[in-house]
């Protein structure tokens, strides 16, 4: 029980120094100092113990993208070929390949990047929604790359990430507006192309983000405006949600008001699902892809 | 690794024919011919210049497609064989070397969790027999180049019925070879759009009606009014981009409008070369504007200081709007071109 508190510090810390880091990453992150300290004598132990300390990661961090590294972590771990007999050296192997995860992961925002900003042209009018560190990559990227464009942020509520996010571009020296949710049929006119980021990816090629993304996704799709989805491919996660009610109730709320709360009906959802046929297109680290190649490379890793 | 003279004479007379030739949407070739000229100058350059390792090849055939690609930037055959040729390449060395490695290649979740060590090839290993397999290959390559049009055609039947009425929008050797083949077995009518203001819409219904088939040519603003009577609009186009959008001749984008109003299916020839890696995005090449003398003439006289005349080639067409492909090795909807894509080319050649 010690060592599960000592977990969710840990992951906590990693946050608090790292803000710019993936919540997914500090998560594999914090696994992996698990991993090295645990004391189980048998592969099937190592994997129990791994799943309750993923279930305790989700009870401080509920949202999709800590699922989702957990899961990839767990997956790394049955997937990887151990030769050796003896527990110990095949220990130390996953924890060298889970360092080497981590590295080829650390770098997949910069491949996203590189590949988004060619499809900003100059004069551009881009609309996005709350706050994304990816996103913010792309538009660092493209400024960088002495390309004129204005920002339109949605204000996001309930807590008003959309500012924190113009204040960061307003550091790049981008023009930035923060709009009222409410306002984003409104603009929809003005702007050349919407970018946001993503919490996960689901297998039908939809996305999980921020409460609000569906309204936007639709509004661009009814005003014929490419709707891009900028994610990691470690977001890519094993769900198929039919309808926003199929998304499972540990995404949607905060860990704290799951514990809390008695009626979840009454409580505001944090985020939502928007489905493939309102996204143009998603860019990842393994390339651009239309939705439907999502499923595909899902399909590769869960063999 | 130094190129014969030659050689290199033959690779400029290409370059020269290239520019010449891509004057226009009347080319003076097809994309075909373009297609198997590039892939057969890839295998000379394969066969008489000087490497020693597959990574030299390699180099030396992107250098070398870079300029080709530079000459007439619209013409996009020209890079996909040279994508094809360099995977080939690959898929030769990796063979050679004993490891199945070929599917390992791609990028994929699957291989960010299993590789170890950052998968860094150099491809610098000297094997004797790369130089006969990667020439074998390329003939493979080119053998199937030549077959294309004949496979597409072949599927003809499938597709097109007793007295149906088929709608076309200016000339594709493709679609020609297509409705050919199925008028040998059933009677149905075709309408051509002419398609200006090169109006190429014309010769194509000329070498239809040779071939006993019932043609209409009627005027481009005509093609919504016509198109209530239209069964199945079948088109070439002139690439085939990575979301399964189009870049055809100006005028589908409209066409492919009207058919979606009707609930029209829309049908696109065309072969695998076609298949391109780019998007849309990239500004400078996608669009090609000629003279615009076939819109205003330079004889008009005054009105031409007043007033800004311009002559695009090509329009972009969302994959959205597309019923079905026809290729050479079957029919697939647009949303499945990316996984034909990734079989075609290496995704680290997307970019020569």
């Known amino acids: 029980l010690f060592r599960q508190t000592y977990l969710q510090m840990y992951f906590r810390t990693q946050i608090s120094q790292d803000p710019d880091v993936a919540s997914a990453a500090a998560a594999i992150r914090s696994l992996l100092e698990f991993l090295k300290r645990d004391q189980s ?35 790394f771990i049955t997937l990887t070929s151990l030769e050796h007999l003896d527990f110990s050296q095949s220990k130390n192997l996953l924890v060298e390949r889970g360092e080497l995860f981590l590295n080829k992961i650390s770098l997949s925002r910069n491949k996203v990047a590189k590949l988004c900003h060619t499809f900003i042209k100059d004069g551009a009018k881009i609309l996005t929604h709350s706050s994304s560190r990816v996103v913010l990559k792309v538009l660092e990227n493209a400024a960088a790359d002495k390309k004129r464009f204005s920002v339109y942020v949605t204000e996001s509520q309930p807590d008003s990430a959309g500012k924190l996010m113009a204040e960061k571009l307003r550091r790049l020296n981008i023009p930035v507006t923060v709009i009222l949710d409410a306002a984003v049929g409104y603009i929809m006119e003005k702007v050349n ?6 919490e996960g990816v689901v297998e039908s090629g939809g996305i999980i983000n921020k409460i609000g993304t569906y309204q936007l996704a639709v509004c661009s799709k009814a005003h014929n405006k490419p709707f891009y989805v900028v994610a990691e491919s470690f977001k890519f996660v094993r769900l198929f949600p039919l309808n926003q009610q199929d998304v499972p109730a540990q995404f949607k709320y905060k860990a704290d008001i799951l514990k809390t709360a008695e009626d979840l009906d009454k409580e505001h959802p944090m985020i939502d699902y928007t489905p493939p046929s309102l996204i143009t297109l998603l860019f990842t680290d393994l390339g651009v892809l239309t939705p439907s190649a999502v499923s595909d490379e899902l399909i590769k890793i869960y063999l | 690794m130094p190129v014969e003279v030659a050689l290199s004479e033959r690779i400029e007379a290409f370059l020269a024919e290239l520019k010449r030739g891509g004057s226009g949407a009347g080319t003076l070739r097809g994309s075909g011919e373009t297609a198997r000229e590039t892939t057969a100058l890839l295998r000379r350059i394969t066969g008489q210049a000087q490497w020693s390792s597959a990574g030299d090849l390699m180099e030396i055939i992107r250098k070398e ?12 055959t020209v890079g996909n064989m040279v994508r094809r040729v360099l995977k080939i390449i690959r898929e030769e060395y990796a063979r050679l070397r004993g490891s199945s490695e070929v599917t390992d290649q791609q990028e994929s979740l699957h291989q960010l969790l299993t590789s170890g060590g950052l998968s860094e090839e150099n491809f610098g290993q000297h094997f004797k027999d790369l130089r006969a397999n990667v020439i074998e290959a390329i003939n493979e390559l080119l053998t199937e180049l030549e077959a294309t049009t004949d496979h597409i055609a072949m599927q003809a039947l499938e597709h097109i019925h007793s007295n149906e009425v088929i709608m076309t929008i200016g000339r594709s050797r493709t679609v020609e070879a297509f409705l050919k083949d199925a008028a040998l077995k059933r009677k149905f009518h075709v309408i051509v759009a002419e398609c200006a203001p090169f109006c190429q819409g014309h010769e194509m219904a000329t070498s239809l009606s040779e071939a006993g088939i019932e043609t209409t040519v009627i005027a481009d603003a005509a093609i919504f009014a016509v198109m209530s009577r239209v069964n199945k609009v079948i088109i070439g186009t002139q690439t085939v981009l990575a979301n399964g959008g189009l870049r055809a001749v100006n005028g589908t984008h409209t066409l492919a409008l009207a058919a979606r109003h009707h609930s029209t299916p829309l049908i696109v020839c065309a072969p695998m070369f076609k298949l391109s890696p780019q998007f849309h995005n990239e500004e400078d090449t996608f669009h090609k504007f000629v003279s615009p003398h076939e819109v205003l003439p330079f004889t008009e006289g005054e009105i031409l200081s007043k007033v800004n005349v311009y002559c695009p080639v090509f329009d972009y067409v969302p994959p959205e709007l597309i019923t079905l492909f026809i290729s050479n090795i079957g029919g697939n909807a647009p949303s499945y071109t990316y996984r034909l894509m990734s079989e075609l080319y290496h995704p680290e050649d997307h970019e020569l």
């Open chain 1, 41 to 75: 004598e048998t592969l099937l132990g190592l994997r129990e113990n791994l799943t309750e300390a993923i279930r305790r990661l989700g009870e401080a961090d509920s949202s999709v993208a800590v699922s989702s590294g957990g899961e990839l972590f767990l997956r």
């Open chain 1, 193 to 198: 192309l919407v970018i946001v980021g993503a």
């Open chain 2, 65 to 76: 497609g870079r300029r080709m690609m530079a000459t007439q930037p619209s013409e996009t």
